[in-house]
């Protein structure tokens, strides 16, 4: 049986890991290959970095830190933040990465999906996507909208809408992000990613609002997500990888228990 | 020497950093006289079956890859290099394979809308058949897989492993002579995708 994967997630500033609530405010929680290393041994199912900087600041990945993190576990790793070109693609798959994450810059040229998926395969591009729920359902008749940089820019697009056309463009997955839950700990968002994960036939990954084992079972459960993205409750020594595994194994969610 | 062949298929670096972690230097090449002269051949590959046979056709690999499959060299197949080593794949509106395992390669087609397609994640193998490659892997072991397609080979003595996904129990790890491959991605799978590189290292078929 397929098994749902916990996927903590590195957010990177300075080639430090930080984490912030709601995107802003974020402190610095220790070096990322050691990070890295310790979930990997520690029984994570698959790693990402985000280099969440990269795209705000105009500038290409930081493919240092992307080689270092290969180069030191033997796990999946997806990578993300300022990536624009099939170029840029190229090179973080070449640095050992096997996914690439794209959100603000897909949004501005939906065409790199395409192009991505054809030089690369669809298994490679992950689409982040970022979406707020808002009352204007005439534009985002799923009551959710798209939003770029960080959920600094509304886009009028409707967040359902665009899963599913990403999909079409040949997307490998999706990565649903909540801002209104990111960094709470309050759990994920699982009505919109639930919507998104019954309206695409790829998996879909929920991120955003862990704060305890329960918070992974519903996203599993009820949003019926396929894997989820777990920072705070890690990074900050609450919970192990293990320990949240063996309460979700106990909850009968199917999980890798050995490594 | 081990060759990792370049075919244009995508992620080649990961499968070489996971060598240079049990201590195996691998290059990665697209030379024909670097392949067919190299002690182990490994075939990796992600990506579609159409483009994959046209890279391998333009840059004059084929007869290279039969070649060292032919003369006993030991030669590992993972994800989409396992799938083209079959006849016929349906990628693409149907794509003819290398051959060098008879059977062919279909598309997941779940029943159950839930079972996304791709696979991608941890699945268990079940071990059908004893091979030095599975030497200290027990059965029930989890690998890590990405792929909308999957082997069927016409015969199941060459079925070392199987894995259940969306319906169906398919061949996760096949087998013939001097030629193994994994439709999951050892190069991927923690520990015990090295472990099974590592066997692939000291293999004598």
């Known amino acids: 049986m397929l098994t749902k994967r916990i996927i903590p997630c590195l957010d990177i500033i300075n080639r430090r890991v930080t984490k912030g609530v709601k995107f802003k405010n974020n402190v610095d929680l220790g070096a990322p290959v050691k990070m890295a290393i310790g979930y990997s041994e520690g029984g994570c199912d698959e790693l990402v970095m985000y280099d969440i900087t990269a795209s705000a600041e105009g500038r290409p990945i930081d493919i240092g830190m992307v080689q270092d993190i290969a180069k030191s576990i033997r796990i999946p790793f997806a990578v993300g933040g300022g990536i624009a070109t099939l170029e840029d693609m190229s090179r973080v798959l070449l640095a050992g990465a096997e996914k690439i994450s794209v959100n603000s810059l897909a949004v501005q040229n939906p065409d790199i999906i395409a192009q991505g998926s054809r030089a690369f395969g669809a298994q490679c591009i992950v689409l982040g996507m970022d979406p707020v729920a808002t009352s204007d359902t005439r534009t985002c008749p799923s009551g959710y909208e798209v939003t770029t940089r960080g959920f600094r820019e509304h886009k009028g697009m409707d967040a359902v809408e665009w899963a599913k056309r990403a999909e079409q463009l040949g997307i490998g997955e999706i990565v649903v992000n909540s801002v209104d839950a990111d960094g709470t700990r309050d759990g994920f968002e699982l009505k919109v990613t639930r919507m998104i994960a019954e309206a695409v036939r790829v998996p879909v990954v929920a991120s955003g609002g862990a704060g305890c084992p329960e918070h992974l079972r519903d996203a599993f459960n009820v949003a019926r997500a396929d894997a989820a993205i777990v920072a705070g409750l890690l990074h900050t020594g609450e919970y192990s990888i293990k320990r949240l595994k063996d309460a979700l194994d106990s909850f009968g969610v199917p999980m890798r228990m050995h490594w | ?205």
């Not at chain 2, 909308?148 to 070392?160: E, H, I, K, T």
């Open chain 2, 1 to 205: 020497m081990i060759a990792i062949v370049d075919y244009k298929a995508g992620n080649l670096t990961s499968v070489q950093l996971a060598f240079s972690a049990i201590g195996r230097e691998a290059v990665v090449t697209s030379d024909i006289s670097a392949i067919t002269s190299a002690d182990r051949v490994v075939f990796p590959g992600v990506g579609a079956a159409g483009s994959a046979m046209r890279h391998l056709t333009d840059l004059g690999l084929l007869p290279a890859i039969r070649a060292v499959a032919a003369n006993g060299t030991p030669f590992l197949g993972i994800c989409l290099g396992t799938q083209i080593l079959l006849n016929h794949s349906d990628e693409d509106n149907g794509v003819e394979t290398l051959g060098i395992i008879r059977g062919n390669t279909q598309k997941f087609k779940p029943s159950d809308p839930w079972q996304k397609v791709p696979q991608i994640g941890w699945n268990r193998i079940r071990i059908e058949k004893k091979h030095p490659l599975l030497d200290n892997i027990e059965d029930g072991s989890e690998f890590y897989f990405v792929h909308s397609y999957y082997p069927a080979p016409d015969n199941f003595g060459s079925v070392l492993c199987t894995t259940d996904y969306a319906d169906i129990s398919f061949a996760s790890m096949l087998g013939c002579g001097n030629v193994a491959a994994t439709q999951f991605h050892p190069e991927k799978s923690g520990r015990i995708g090295l472990r099974l590189l590592e066997n692939f290292t000291r293999w004598n078929p």
